[in-house]
């Protein structure tokens, strides 16, 4: 008899397979003592399987690194340093030292400390990197308890996954990277949150996945034929021939339509009546242009740079930042590359506030992006000294995150100009008019449009935080992600200001936030004047197909009356309506 399961949709699409079942035994670990003389030694049966599980994943980057989205390396990268922490490592040798035990116990004694400091933050996505401690530790104490040398559990070598359905406790990221090589068909994990980097891997991946499906251990044997739907986050088990057809349909429908969109690759995005819309991509680093340029030959509208700062002590120099800039304009041959200055803090954190320092209590009201910025002068100079040396060199945009008063944008003003002057008298190349924009996130710089555009080149709307500033809710916290609504009245209130700041002082504004990518808001936001959409890379050809299969004089005249509706729900059921008037 077939059986229906729930968890959480991280990854679309649908999956039908076999199920693996993959279980990874964890080893009991025993305290016991052990000779005084006996202490070095068990000290260097520790650093011992350290430097295994280093080796171990070691080999899994390069084995798997051709194509490696640059999200990936990063995390294995994050264990790679997360074997060598002091805090781990000496924490343990000292264990071993004052309690005289071995050394799985010492390991263990020192990761419930460390996931104990994680399980009392308030962050949400920091609770979550204490999966990456269990991960790194658990790897060593199984170098501890085998003397094996191998790899990767032997269960996830060879080619014997190819078209299964893992079912998991819980994957790393390393597994995540072994199993796709291996062209499993999904991943169903009991563990896990949407934070998780296993969620964020999936997604990267286009692997279908659910996470958080309690018990599944005792629900699904090995071989049981499973549906695996990663956009519903349902799964059913043994299915009748009845859900096996109409699943195997909607997966044919979905692979045709998928095809058929390829067909949009490189071409213009163009209204029916003949509007030329500028459709970017999103990228966290260089690396990412190469998956962008799978899906368009296009330029970027939003550059996040933090994963250069993150997972490191100090904040990166002005030229190791130029070098990084230059390859990824250089990767984009010719397409205008916007680049976002850091916006660090809430849930893009550096190492440093981790180690020194209490967390604040509501980061995201904290000292964020731009604030955090103008708080060290000395080490946003290095960027904005890197960012108008990169412009020399081909089409770049400076853009600033969370802006809350003009004031603000005077004070980057004077640094901008300092920096120039700098470069000047260091003899360095730059482009002394590299175009400036805001993103316009927090209310208050929504509400203050037209001052903000008159002193700006281009202004573009981040949605993911205006709509978490504007609702008064915490955008990575599961408990209140269903009043996160983007077709809130007020939310598209604040757009719409924008967008007519834009309009009247005549500079460009894009929005780059997920709405643009959600392919449900592509009419709304045509039909409310919104001519520059910026968008994740797998959203490329979708937005672009509504785009062209779109007449704007019609959007907008119908948009206009849904704007003036009161609440987001009569909103919803009004776009829908249109969405499908105009399919
Ligand atoms: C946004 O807030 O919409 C945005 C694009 O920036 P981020 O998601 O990086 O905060
Ligand atoms: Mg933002």
């Known amino acids: 008899m077939s059986v229906m399961l729930n968890g959480v949709g991280v990854s679309k699409g649908i999956a039908i397979g076999q199920a693996h079942v993959f279980y990874r035994e964890r080893p009991e670990i025993l305290e016991y003592a052990i000779a005084p003389k006996r202490i070095e030694h068990e000290i260097a049966r520790f650093h011992t399987a350290r430097a295994q599980a280093q080796k171990q994943l070691e080999a899994i980057k390069l084995k798997f690194s051709t194509d490696l989205p640059h999200d990936i390396s990063n995390f294995i990268d994050t264990h790679l340093l997360m074997i060598d922490d002091p805090v781990l490592c000496d924490g343990t040798v000292d264990h071993i030292r004052h309690r005289v035990c071995n050394a799985e116990w010492a390991l263990q004694s ?5 996931v104990k400091v994680f399980d009392e933050m308030n962050d949400p ?7 990456d401690i269990l991960h790194v530790v658990q790897r060593i ?5 085998s003397d094996t040398d191998a790899d990767a559990p032997e269960e996830l070598q060879g080619d014997h996954l190819k078209g299964r359905i893992i079912v998991a406790d819980d994957l790393t990221p390393a597994d995540t990277l072994i199993i796709r090589h291996q062209k499993i068909a999904g991943f169903i994990t009991e563990f896990g949150g949407p934070l998780s980097h296993t969620a964020i891997l999936a997604r990267n991946l286009g692997i279908p996945a659910i996470i958080g499906v309690r018990n599944v251990r005792q629900l699904i044997q090995a071989n049981d034929w499973l549906i695996l739907d990663g956009a519903q986050g349902m799964l059913v088990v043994e299915p009748d021939d009845h859900s096996l057809r109409h699943f195997r349909d909607l997966q044919k429908d979905e692979k045709r339509r998928q095809r058929n969109l390829f067909g949009l690759k490189n071409k213009p995005a163009i209204t029916l009546d003949g509007k030329r819309i500028n459709l970017h991509g999103n990228i966290d680093g260089p690396d990412d242009v190469r998956t962008l340029r799978q899906y368009d030959h296009t330029g970027v509208g939003l550059y996040r740079t933090e994963m250069l700062f993150m ?3 100090e904040w990166p120099g002005e030229q190791e930042q130029f070098e990084v800039y230059s390859r ?19 849930d893009k954190e550096m190492r440093d506030t981790l180690q020194h320092g209490p967390m604040a209590h509501n980061p995201a009201l904290g000292l964020r992006a731009i604030r955090r910025c103008l708080r060290e002068p000395h080490l946003f100079m290095h960027q904005l000294k890197a960012i108008l ?10 853009m600033i995150p969370m802006f809350t008063c003009v004031s603000e944008l005077d004070q980057v003003l004077v640094l901008i100009e300092r920096a120039k002057n700098e470069l000047r008298a260091e003899r360095k190349r730059f482009n002394p008019n590299m175009p400036l924009g805001a993103m316009i996130e927090v209310p208050a710089a929504a509400l203050s449009a037209m001052s903000f555009a008159k002193k700006l080149d281009f202004l573009s709307i981040g949605t993911n935080d205006l709509i978490q500033y504007t609702l008064a809710m915490d955008r990575i916290d599961d408990e209140v992600s269903h009043l996160f609504k983007p077709l809130h009245p007020s939310v598209l209130k604040l757009i719409d200001m924008t967008l007519q700041a834009g309009e009247k002082t005549g500079i460009d504004v ?17 039909g409310m004047g919104l001519h520059s959409f910026s968008v994740q890379a797998g959203s490329l050809l979708e937005v672009k197909h509504i785009i062209n299969h779109s007449h704007l004089g019609q959007l907008t005249s ?6 003036e509706l009161a609440t987001a729900d009569e909103i919803e059921v009004a776009v829908d309506a249109m969405n499908r008037q105009f399919v």
Do not use: F, W
């Not at 990824?328 to 809430?346: E, N, Q, S, Y």
């Open 110 to 114: 020192q990761c419930d400390r460390l």
């Open 125 to 131: 996505y920091l609770k979550t990197r204490k999966d």
């Open 141 to 145: 104490q199984r170098c501890l308890a």
């Open 311 to 313: 997972e490191r002590n």
């Open 328 to 346: 990824a304009l250089r990767a984009l041959k010719g397409h205008p590359l916007t680049i976002r200055t850091a916006d660090l803090g809430a």
């Open 389 to 398: 040396r990169t412009a020399a060199y081909g089409p770049v945009n400076m």
């Open 510 to 526: 894009s929005l780059c936030g997920e709405m643009a990518s959600d392919p449900l808001y592509t009419r709304l936001l045509l």
């Open 558 to 563: 119908h948009v206009r009356p849904i704007l």
